[in-house]
């Protein structure tokens, strides 16, 4: 634990009172959305200026202090947990929107903007944020960033990493950083902005962000489809892929959607039960666009891919059938899931499955299992549930011990142990199932460069030597 001295000493750096030792506040900021590792850290500093994240920086190495950066603490890895003393940074004093250029489409954040209100002030201004999920009412840009956060529409418009046109960044060695000069070309050697983002907070603070806007969709569209069998979902999104520009394309098992029907605010999407249900949504911008998703719906009962469907006529139905998807993840936390977040290359993604599955029906029989995930990138969401008679610990051990398996099967695949959630505490023992030995070299002198005391929140993404 850090001295109380240099506590003391970092209440001179900051405003009054944004100093925090309190046990509700050490617990609340020190943990994020695993509630894995329990949390200890030192204190909680809420910086209001990025000239205050500097000397916070400075005092860090100076003392030999371990930062652990806090955003919304929506994060599934454990990237944000303070579990061993460290001051955690939080920046919920650092959450203005400070400007917006309608001609170039860009808002200036700070870290601690909600992804929500970027998405509201987009909407505002006739435009669109396109970077979703599940998360976004609570999780913070300066989250979204440090994690390269995916969600439900990358398949049209790519992850947080394309929508960032520039960054200012304290960096672990105290430096602030203006990267990229919110440019749209710029070759002038290494895009060190790509560098922080996914980075974990483990270069340094993102303390500004240009992010990009884009033109706001028309007459959004949703389809939910239920499948026979597994196999049947990859034809169907070849199937609209061929005819429609998809804005998102889902996937959920049945007991994905009996958890979800369980919590009975939720209109079930048909009659006929199916094993897995495909989400589908398209911009309907006129009449046509609509014909060609109808025809391509009757084309794949024809071909026995889909038993039943549906497609939203208003917006209420829109927001009622993303919402059996969206609420996975929070109903689901009820019986404390052990997540898996894996990737493979999308035409791979029928045969990966069906080696993980029978993994995981060998290994985890006395577990429920629930599959969903953003199918149309070849991500996959393999959460297994914990057993209500069973501790948290023995049930996290007993899940990390098939980890091995289903890693060397993410490995023989090239794919990624983690898609879109990162590495964080929880995946570091399994990097070298995505990466060699070499990048992971690489990587470890690239994190020198930028925080050569390893102040930086160490332990994550690489394991304590
Ligand atoms: C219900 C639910 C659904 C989700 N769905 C998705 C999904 O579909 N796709 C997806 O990608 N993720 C998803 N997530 C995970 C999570 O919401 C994202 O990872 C999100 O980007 C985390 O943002 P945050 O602000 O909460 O970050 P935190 O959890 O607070 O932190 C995440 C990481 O970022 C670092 N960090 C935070 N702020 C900064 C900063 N200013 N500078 C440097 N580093 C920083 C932290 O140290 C940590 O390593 C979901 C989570 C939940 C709970």
Redesign the pocket.
């Known amino acids: 634990m850090t001295h109380p001295a240099v506590i003391d000493e970092l209440m001179t750096l900051v405003d009054p009172g944004k100093v925090l030792t309190d046990p509700a506040s050490l617990e609340a900021y020190g943990k994020?959305?695993t509630k894995h590792y329990p949390p200890a850290p030192s204190a909680i500093v809420l910086p209001k200026t990025l000239e205050q994240v500097q000397a916070i920086v400075a005092w860090a190495n100076r003392h030999q202090v371990a930062l652990?950066?806090?955003?919304?603490?929506?994060?599934?890895?454990a990237?944000?947990v303070a579990a061993n003393g460290e001051v955690v940074?939080a920046?919920d004093y650092m959450n203005q929107i400070l400007s917006f250029n309608e001609f170039d489409r860009t808002v200036v954040c700070q870290?601690?903007v909600v992804?929500r209100q970027l998405q509201q002030f987009a909407e505002d201004h006739g435009l669109y944020y396109p970077v979703d999920?599940?998360?976004?009412g609570?999780?913070?840009?300066?989250?979204?960033?440090?994690?390269?956060?995916?969600?439900?529409k990358v398949i049209r418009y790519g992850?947080?990493r394309n929508w960032v046109a520039g960054l200012k960044?304290v960096t672990g060695k105290g430096d602030l950083l203006e990267l990229n000069k919110d440019l749209i070309k710029n070759a002038t050697g290494y895009d060190l902005r790509q560098l922080?983002i996914g980075?974990?907070?483990?270069l340094?603070?993102?303390?500004e962000a240009t992010m990009r806007l884009d033109r706001a969709p028309r007459n959004l569209t949703a389809m939910v489809l239920g499948t026979p069998d597994f196999d049947s979902i990859m034809p169907v999104l070849h199937a609209f892929q061929g005819r429609l520009d998809l804005t998102a394309f889902e996937f959920f098992s049945d007991k994905a959607l009996a958890k979800v029907m369980g919590r009975g605010d939720v209109p079930p999407p048909f009659d006929t039960d199916c094993p897995f249900y495909a989400l589908l949504e398209f911009e309907a911008s006129n009449e046509d666009v609509a014909n060609d998703a109808l025809a391509t719906f009757e084309h794949c009962v024809e071909q026995g891919w889909v038993l039943d469907g549906v497609m939203s006529q208003s917006e209420t139905q829109l927001k009622n059938l993303w919402k059996l998807r969206e609420y996975i993840?929070?109903t689901i936390?009820h019986w404390t899931p052990y997540k898996n977040d894996i990737s493979v290359t999308v035409s791979k993604v029928p045969a990966f499955l069906r080696d993980i599955d029978a993994i995981v029906a060998q290994h985890y029989p006395d577990y429920e299992v629930v599959w969903y995930g953003?199918i149309g990138d070849g991500n996959l969401h393999l959460n297994i549930l914990k057993p209500d008679d069973m501790s948290k610990d023995a049930f996290f051990a007993s899940c990390a011990r098939v980890n091995k398996w289903v890693f060397e099967i993410v490995e023989r695949y090239n794919g990624s142990i983690s898609a879109?959630?990162?590495v964080?505490m929880t995946k570091r023992d399994y990097l070298g199932y995505s990466r060699s030995a070499d990048e992971i070299a690489c990587m470890k002198a690239i994190k020198a460069v930028f925080d050569p005391n390893g102040i930086m929140?160490p332990g994550?993404i690489f394991a304590p030597e």
């Open positions: 994020d959305w652990v950066p806090s955003g919304g603490r929506t994060g599934l890895s990237g944000a940074v920046f870290p601690g992804t999920f599940a998360s976004s609570s999780s913070q840009i300066g989250g979204n960033i440090a994690t390269n956060a995916g969600g439900i992850m947080t960044v922080f980075a974990e907070g483990t340094g603070f993102v303390v993840s929070e936390s953003h879109e959630h990162g964080g929140n994550k």
